[in-house]
């Protein structure tokens, strides 16, 4: 787009349809083809080598994890290494000059990635702190019921020593064994009830009833702030 703005100005990038202020650029092999192409003789050809990176582009990044995968690294190097190329022949990169790598690519700088999953990690055990102390019965269920999809089984595990299981399609529970259950049911006869278990006996926390056995709630959420603190997440 920059290359055909300076070549043959703003318009040449655009659809023919596009008016006002909504502008749409052409497709991008349209780009290629009769931009870089056309004015940069020594650029791969798109239906040569560019077409298959173009096409496979979307195959795994749709989530961070992804630029950890190995089957990701042969490809996203040539890759970079063919943008490379390009942007030297077009002159947005000099002779000897490098793309610099985010600081998302784990690869290039892991202790980046590390910081930013632990910021995010320490969120979403805040988020579902906060939730379960709001003491708000509206849509506590499903709220309840993303958070802990959100933090995962693992995370959940060596955090706060629990085990998230799915009991059925319907009910799924946040464990520690003889000590506490935080029971999560959707479906036709829902709730959320946290279940503290003394000498054999259950005493029941309702989220849908906020203001009755208060203490059950307070003694678990302490708990969770505990164990949150201990790995280094303030709630």
């Known amino acids: 787009m920059l290359v ?3 070549k043959k100005g703003e318009k040449f990038i655009y659809k023919d349809y596009s ?10 092999n349209e780009l290629y083809i009769n931009i870089l192409e056309r004015y940069y003789n020594n650029v791969p050809k798109y239906y040569d080598l560019i077409k298959n990176y173009h096409r496979g582009r979307n195959t795994y990044n749709h989530d961070i994890s992804s630029l950890d995968f190995s089957i990701r690294k042969p490809i996203a190097m040539n890759y970079i290494e063919c943008v490379e190329n390009i942007m030297r022949e077009v002159g947005y990169l000099g002779k000897d000059e490098l793309i610099k790598p985010s600081i998302l690519i784990s690869n290039v700088s892991s202790m980046d990635l590390n910081n930013f999953q632990d910021k995010h990690l320490k969120q979403k055990f805040k988020n579902f702190y906060n939730r379960l102390a709001l003491k708000n019965p509206n849509h506590v ?22 085990e998230y299981i799915i009991d059925s399609k319907e009910r799924t529970m946040l464990i520690e064994h003889q000590k506490w259950n935080l029971s999560i049911k959707t479906g036709s006869s829902r709730h959320l009830r946290l279940i503290k278990y003394v000498n054999g006996n259950s005493q029941t926390y309702d989220f849908e009833l906020p203001d009755q056995d208060e203490d059950i709630l307070n003694e678990y959420l302490n708990l969770v702030k505990e164990r949150c603190k201990k790995q280094g997440y303030n709630v």
């Open 19 to 28: 008016h006002g202020s909504h502008k749409q650029t052409k497709d991008f």
């Open 141 to 162: 269920i499903i709220d309840v019921k993303t958070l802990v999809e959100d933090i995962g089984k693992i995370d959940l595990g060596k955090i706060l020593r629990m």
């Open 4 to 6: 055909g703005i300076e």
